[in-house]
Structure formats: structure tokens, C-alpha cells
């Protein structure tokens, strides 16, 4: 007979994790695939900040991959996505997460991936009533419709909530072996994962991506403000993740790196940007996004300043490097009053 394989959409969390250990237990090859879109949490502030540098660091989605015995394709979609980011059809969440738009896209292109490689379906860990946005019984219908995978989606941790689809019905899985969670609690997956001796897995609640999360969304609207255009590349949303952004002016805004790791980050990008550090006293790098004339600089070097061991100090010298010129301003530290809680992103 030939060996039945499906394509599991893997995250990293603990629901998809479930679900492709599911339908591996019940003899079906399964394979995983990861989306990479740059808005992934997956530890990266954790690898910057000296701070988080005890955090355990991994990535959750190789992770899982190894603990499940299973082949991981990890595919890079950073420039397909942007569409789905940007012109999201249904719309975003509580932030700038377009989480309906972005299950149709991830489960399309891993159902066009099962077609390519002689596949026969698609593994999600959607459950009914888990997210507000992409995990409701209509909306389901959606990212099943949409996607084009219609009857060979199975998501076998909430199936018998559902009507059965292809893999049930021919015999591939045992509807009977399947699950019915529903709703937002998870404590069913938890006993689940003890059963199967999953003792180590990713914290389910927050998601994995930056757009859920509203500091990170109030940044990205604030870029696009800028800009003038719901535009981004890979380092414009990387920036966002680092350090602390001050807007002084409508026309520019600073990037203050708040420790020693994030400072060394920032020095990966020193050359494409006007940026300035204090020399006088320790102090952060600081990077300039956008177009400033001398007083727009003059000012960016008091703020520097009030962000370095001088605040206290008469005057702090601030090194100033523009089109790859240094030169040394003396400035006084901006006093606390004179930083507007609305200049913080």
C-alpha cells in the first residue's frame, strides 16, 4: 500500500506540536514546514539584549521538529508576505495582525508545497474558539475555502467538532483517535502533552509574532506614517524590535540603543545612518531615521544626552557622524520635563 503522507504547518507552539504527533502516531509520514515572514519572535530581542542573556535561546519550530522525529522545511516568505501585511483582505486584529489573511496565505502555500512534493494533505493545530480573529468556526470555513485546501485540511486536535474531511473519510487517519477541543482554555492540550511526554514545550499564550504584540504595532503604524506608504524592508523591521524610539519631529526619529547588546547591534547598521554617541561620558549609540537639518541634530544630541551617564552633567560631548564625517558637538542634557511622554513610540 502506499505510505500516506501529510505536510504539518508547524510554529513552534505547543497546538501544532500536538497535532502533527496525532497523526505521526497513527503511522502517517509527516513532514513539517515553517513560514519565515521576519515578524517572528522566536527569541531574537533574547539574542540582542546582554540582559536576556541567560534566557534560553532556540529556535521553537526545530525545536519541536526534533522532539517529534520529523523533517522541519523552513521557507522563507519575507517578500511574498508583505502583501498579506500590508492589504490584509480581511483586515487586521487588535494590533496590526492580519491573522486571517495570514493563516489563508501560510496554508495555501503549504498546500501548493504538498502538490510540488507528492504530498496528500495538510496538518494545521487550529482550535475552534483559540484565537479571535482566525480560530472561529466561520472563519475556519474561510482559511479552508480560500487556501484552496478545502477537504485536505485536517486539524485533528478540534476534527470531531468539525465535518469530516479527506483524510478521515479514506481511511488515512482514525476520525475516532482525533479531537474535539474547543474554546480558549487550554488545559486539554497541557494533560495531552503529559500523555504524549512532552514535559518541555513552548508557553502557548502571546503568539509568535511581533504584529500581535501593540508596542511593536504602534511602531510599524508610525513607519508607515512617516513614509507616507504601508512600505517595509527586512532591516526596517528589525530596527523595530531594538531599542527605544523617540519621534521629536514628524520628519525624523532616533533609535537609542538601551544596553551594551543593543548598542552592538545598531553598529551593524552605524553606516547607512546618521548616528551620533557620547564621548565625554558613556553612552548609547543612537541612529537617525530620516531627513534633519542642524537643529534637528542639535536636539537629537541633548536627547542623547539625557540617555547617557552625563544627564546630570553642565555639558556632554556628543560625536556626530553624518555622510561618514565625525565631528564633536557640546550640548546640555535634555531635562526630563523637556521629553514628551508623545515623543516615545
Not at 70 to 95: C, Q, R, S, T
Not at 97 to 110: G, I, W
Not at 280 to 307: K, N, Y
Amino acid at each position: 500500500m502506499k505510505q500516506v503522507k501529510a505536510v504539518s504547518l508547524i510554529s513552534g507552539g505547543l497546538d501544532s506540536m500536538l497535532a502533527a504527533k496525532v497523526v505521526l502516531d497513527q503511522g502517517v509520514h509527516v513532514e513539517g514546514i515553517n513560514f519565515y515572514t521576519g515578524f517572528c519572535v522566536e527569541g531574537h530581542t533574547h539574542a540582542i539584549r546582554r540582559q536576556d542573556q541567560n534566557k534560553q535561546k532556540r529556535n521553537n519550530a526545530l525545536w519541536v521538529a526534533e522532539q517529534l522525529g520529523i523533517k522541519l522545511h523552513i521557507v522563507d516568505i519575507i517578500e511574498e508576505y508583505k502583501d498579506v501585511v500590508i492589504n490584509p483582505k480581511h483586515g487586521y486584529g487588535a494590533n496590526l495582525n492580519p491573522c486571517l489573511d495570514c493563516k489563508v496565505f501560510m496554508v495555501n502555500k503549504a498546500r501548493e508545497w504538498m502538490l510540488e512534493n507528492g504530498f496528500d494533505f495538510i496538518i494545521t493545530g487550529e482550535v475552534i474558539g483559540q484565537r479571535p480573529m482566525s480560530q472561529r468556526r466561520d472563519t475556519m470555513r474561510i482559511v479552508s475555502r480560500d487556501s484552496g485546501a478545502d477537504d485536505v485540511l485536517l486539524r485533528p486536535l478540534c476534527a470531531k467538532t468539525l465535518v469530516p474531511t479527506l483524510p478521515e473519510r479514506a481511511g488515512w487517519v482514525d476520525r475516532e483517535k482525533l479531537y474535539g477541543f474547543n474554546g480558549r482554555g487550554r488545559k486539554p492540550q497541557i494533560e495531552l502533552a503529559r500523555r504524549f511526554g512532552f514535559e518541555d514545550f513552548a508557553q502557548p499564550a502571546g503568539g509568535c509574532c511581533f504584529l500581535t504584540d501593540e508596542s511593536y504595532a504602534r511602531k510599524l503604524a508610525d513607519l508607515w506614517r512617516a513614509r507616507g506608504s504601508k512600505i517595509y524592508e527586512l532591516d526596517d523591521i528589525m530596527l523595530l524590535k531594538v531599542g527605544r524610539h523617540i519621534r521629536p519631529q514628524p520628519h525624523y526619529k532616533l533609535i537609542i540603543a538601551r544596553e551594551a547588546g543593543e548598542t552592538q547591534f545598531l553598529m551593524g547598521y552605524r553606516k547607512a545612518y546618521t548616528h551620533l554617541f557620547p564621548v565625554s561620558h558613556g553612552g548609547p549609540l543612537t541612529l537617525v531615521d530620516g531627513q534633519v537639518d542642524a537643529t534637528d541634530l542639535q536636539l537629537a544630541a541633548r536627547i542623547v544626552a539625557r540617555f547617557s551617564q552625563g544627564r546630570d552633567a553642565d555639558q556632554v560631548d556628543i560625536a556626530l557622524v553624518e555622510h561618514g564625517e565625525q565631528r564633536v558637538i557640546t550640548v546640555t542634557p535634555l531635562r526630563a520635563e523637556e521629553l514628551p511622554q508623545e515623543w516615545y513610540l
